[in-house]
């Protein structure tokens, strides 16, 4: 199972830039975010997260930043390998005391050797 | 590996039809979910269970049903099957479904009604 066919935005980079994937996100109550990779086969897998008292986070190769003013997340991803790309998903967490993410629609990254 | 295996991996069915796609959690983890991901609705939440019961639900239609075993494998029915139900059926866990947790993802069950 894969995400080829979804009608997704596509961000194409060289191998060894640096991507940046941008999501906008719905509700202004959010309080938690994660970005998942999605690559062809496989299901959505948790690359980072972020609470909404942060605004940045940083883990190995990449970093998500969270502008709550106007609900903008993105994910940079340094030094881009073609292993890298996938289908990417910003999700919400909808504040309701259980967990409820939300997905947005995800971009696709076609990296070049 | 996530952990969350998912059963079977492919599904081709006739309209009319009922099925039933099957998930065991991660070891440990308490709460299961369900999302159904199409080619143009993206992944969209269908339930969440919550040691047997259910917790939340999103946008799961009524032919649809789950529910979440003593031993926290569960099971998510889709009858009276449409051409527009064929997607991506994806399992997820986290260890107590509370706000914050991350979720782990299985492989998917490919849902092909023709």
């Known amino acids: 199972g894969e995400s080829v066919g979804l009608h997704l935005p596509t961000l194409s980079v060289q191998e060894g830039d640096n991507s940046i994937i941008n999501c906008a996100y719905s509700?202004?109550?959010?309080?938690?975010f994660i970005w998942y990779k999605q690559e062809s086969g496989k299901g959505p897998q948790f690359i980072i997260d972020?609470?909404?008292?942060?605004d940045k986070r940083q883990g190995q190769r990449v970093t998500v930043l969270l502008n709550k003013t106007v609900k903008h997340l993105s994910l940079q991803i340094a030094a881009t390998q073609p292993g890298d790309s996938a289908v990417y998903f910003c999700?919400?967490?909808?504040?309701?005391?259980?967990?409820?993410?939300?997905f947005g629609t995800g971009t696709r990254l076609l990296v070049s050797p | 590996d996530s952990g969350v295996t998912q059963t079977p991996k492919h599904l081709i069915t006739a309209t009319g039809q009922r099925v039933t796609l099957r998930c065991s959690p991660r070891?440990?983890?308490?709460?299961v979910y369900w999302y159904q991901q199409s080619l143009d609705q993206g992944l969209q939440f269908l339930i969440q269970?919550?040691?047997?019961?259910?917790?939340a639900k999103g946008n799961i239609l009524e032919r649809f049903s789950a529910q979440q075993f003593p031993d926290l494998h569960s099971e998510l029915n889709l009858s009276s099957l449409e051409l527009g139900d064929s997607a991506l059926y994806f399992c997820?866990?986290?260890?107590?479904?509370?706000?914050?947790?991350?979720?782990?993802f299985g492989s998917g069950t490919q849902l092909s009604v023709l």
């Open positions: 997820a866990s986290s260890a107590t479904g509370g706000a914050g947790e991350k979720l782990f």
């Open positions: 509700n202004s109550a959010s309080d938690y």
């Open positions: 972020i609470r909404s008292n942060m």
């Open positions: 999700a919400e967490n909808i504040r309701t005391g259980f967990q409820k993410l939300v």
């Open positions: 269970y919550y040691n047997g019961e259910e917790r």
């Open positions: 070891s440990g983890d308490l709460s």
